[in-house]
């Protein structure tokens, strides 16, 4: 099967800067998107950046500037820089990813989530 696990997350002080990364792992076949998004206590998981393959990486407009995804394709992961956090920034950061893998059987495509990391932003 496919995994996808998140690492990076952790405690940090408001202006201060962290980096996830997310990894696919399994009988992958191609991956079309990778993305990560968040979620705080009590609301809805939000997008926050996502990088198309073949595509220009998309961001929402609240992290714009502060944030920055980067691929490696050949690793089958990706990336989040995030600087300039705030304490609005904590919350659980997912990976997620679209993928074509092998089942044992058959070709699948599916979308699969992470664990989650936490993110704490203090002050």
């Known amino acids: 099967q496919v995994q996808l696990v998140e690492s990076g997350g952790g405690l940090v002080q408001a202006g201060g800067s962290l980096r996830l990364s997310c990894a696919a792992s399994g009988n992958i076949i191609s991956i079309f998107t990778m993305g990560w998004y968040r979620q705080a206590p009590g609301k809805q998981r939000e997008l926050l950046a996502f990088?198309?393959?073949?595509?220009?990486?998309n961001y929402a407009d609240f992290v714009k500037g502060r944030f920055t995804i980067s691929r490696d394709n050949a690793k089958n992961t990706i990336y989040l820089q995030m600087n300039s956090l705030k304490p609005e920034d904590t919350a659980v950061y997912y990976c997620n990813s679209d993928i074509v893998y092998y089942d044992g059987t058959r070709r699948r495509r599916q979308v699969h989530w992470g664990q989650g990391t936490q993110v704490t932003v203090s002050s």
């Open positions: 990088i198309p393959t073949g595509g220009y990486p």
